[in-house]
T-cell receptor, first 113, second 115 residues
């Protein structure tokens, strides 16, 4: 079974600074997807960024980028120019087939004004 | 743009009562899922339906049943609620099933409290 580990229960960053959230995963598959979801206090799950394992290029979405290290099974999220609206729980997730996503336990991101 | 709609949003039950959480999606997705979210545990898969007419157990299926009523609707039933089932429940759907399944689209969640 796949497992996803987020080793940072909580992170804090000053507004406008850069922060990196860590994620590692364990799988024997060669083809899979990785995702970062954001969950603000509203409880809604919002997709931040996705990465296909077969792509070597790291995904980027505006201020959000990932560092995907397939051999190391590492998938970190970098948030640049942090904004107050970035405060939320962030979940790393893994998916291979149709049986849903496997989530990490989440990182609570605090933005200090 | 409704996306994934769950009802009810909040529910309080007594131990032993039954209830059904309803979920519907209007994105013509093949696959649908039910997750539960508990503090410090992330989201855990209860059941999923890869396509209409099929359902499979996820990580934490005990105490739950599901029905894929049609392509749009996927319900979750608690036959005899227990305090351990107090949680926030999320329904989700995805664009494709099989090898190249995409990201999940989530409903807003349903907070269930069992006394």
């Amino acid at each position: 079974a796949q497992t996803v580990t987020q080793s940072q229960p909580e992170m804090s960053v000053q507004e406008a600074e850069t922060v990196t959230l860590s994620c590692t995963y364990d799988t024997s598959e060669s083809d899979y997807y990785l995702f970062w979801y954001k969950q603000p206090p509203s409880r809604q799950m919002i997709l931040v960024i996705r990465q296909e394992a077969y792509k070597q290029q790291n995904a980027t979405e505006n201020r959000f980028s990932v560092n995907f290290q397939k051999a190391a099974k590492s998938f970190s999220l970098k948030i640049s120019d942090s904004q107050l609206g970035d405060a939320a729980m962030y979940f790393c997730a893994y998916r291979s087939w149709a049986d849903g996503l496997t989530f990490g336990k989440g990182t609570h991101l605090i933005i200090q004004p | 743009n409704a996306g994934v709609t769950q009802t009810p949003k909040f529910q309080v039950l007594k131990t032993g009562q039954s209830m059904t959480l309803q979920c519907a999606q209007d994105m013509n997705h093949n696959s649908m899922y039910w997750y539960r979210q508990d503090p410090g545990m992330g989201l855990r898969l209860i059941y999923y339906s890869a396509s209409e007419g099929t359902t499979d157990k996820g990580e934490v299926p005990n105490g739950y049943n599901v029905s894929r009523l049609n392509k749009r609707e996927f319900s979750l039933r608690l036959e005899s609620a227990a305090p351990s089932q107090t949680s926030v429940y999320f329904c989700a759907s995805s664009r494709t099933s099989g090898r190249w399944a995409g990201e999940l689209f989530f409903g807003e969640g349903s907070r269930l409290t069992v006394l």
